[in-house]
């Protein structure tokens, strides 16, 4: 496509179930990263795909956290047992080489 | 580990004012240094980039300079407009790990222009 497509762009969910948030980078890019945006805390990096492989899984913040990517294109982030922390927006983004990173709109997760 | 480092915001600015934000950085090999935008209710986008000491990355009438000796990227505008309120990232990415390598993100700072 275009542009990166994350979907859904607004999730509220109840403490304790598991969410799934996707991502489509824009096609032919090869890597494809998420991040978290939390209030006051900035842009952290969870995850990095290079084609379906994770060389890069350092950001992952817990075992309830996990991504796959199939394909080469679509990632999919799950969160288990979501806690109120995990309340931030996720964005993912996706580049080929040095043509720089794109990233998409995000999704806005809600705990309650 | 690799980190970028932002001075403290919120920033408030009348329109036409001159515009810094200093972003300083720690990395050990030979980092690209970008700036990202984030304007109220949008994604991330990429504002400018410079890949190698004292290059000048430019845009819209940012610009900002890689100083290898200082370690630092400051964003510099000469004029700001209302339309240039958001909130601002400095960040760099280090080729070692290959040319595909994450993104690491200073705190972001908020800009607020004021008519």
């Known amino acids: 496509g275009a542009g990166v497509s994350q979907s859904p762009s607004n999730k509220v969910t109840e403490k304790g179930k598991d969410v799934e948030l996707r991502c489509d980078p824009i096609s032919g890019h090869t890597a494809l990263y998420w991040y978290r945006q939390s209030l006051g805390q900035g842009l952290e990096f969870l995850i990095y795909?290079?084609?379906?492989?994770?060389?890069?899984k350092s950001g992952l913040p817990s075992d309830r956290f996990s991504a796959e990517r199939t394909g080469g294109s679509v990632s999919t982030l799950t969160i288990q047992r979501t806690q109120q922390e995990d309340s931030a927006v996720y964005l993912c983004?996706?580049?080929?080489?040095?043509?720089?990173?794109?990233f998409g709109s995000g999704t806005r997760l809600t705990v309650v | 580990g690799d980190s970028v480092t932002q001075m403290e915001g919120p920033v408030t600015l009348s329109e036409e004012a001159f515009l810094t934000i200093n972003c300083t950085y720690t990395a050990t090999g030979y980092p690209s240094l970008f700036w990202y935008v984030q304007y109220p209710g949008e994604g991330l986008q990429l504002l400018l980039k410079a890949t190698k000491a004292d290059d000048k990355g430019s845009n819209k009438g940012f610009e900002a300079t890689y100083r290898k000796e200082t370690t630092s990227f400051h964003l510099e505008k000469g004029s700001v407009q209302v339309s240039d309120s958001a909130v601002y990232f400095c960040a760099l990415s280090d080729l070692r790990t290959g040319a595909n390598s994450k993104l690491t993100f200073g705190k972001g700072i908020t800009l607020s222009v004021r008519p």
């Open positions: 795909f290079q084609g379906n492989s994770a060389p890069d």
């Open positions: 983004a996706s580049s080929l080489g040095w043509h720089g990173y794109t």
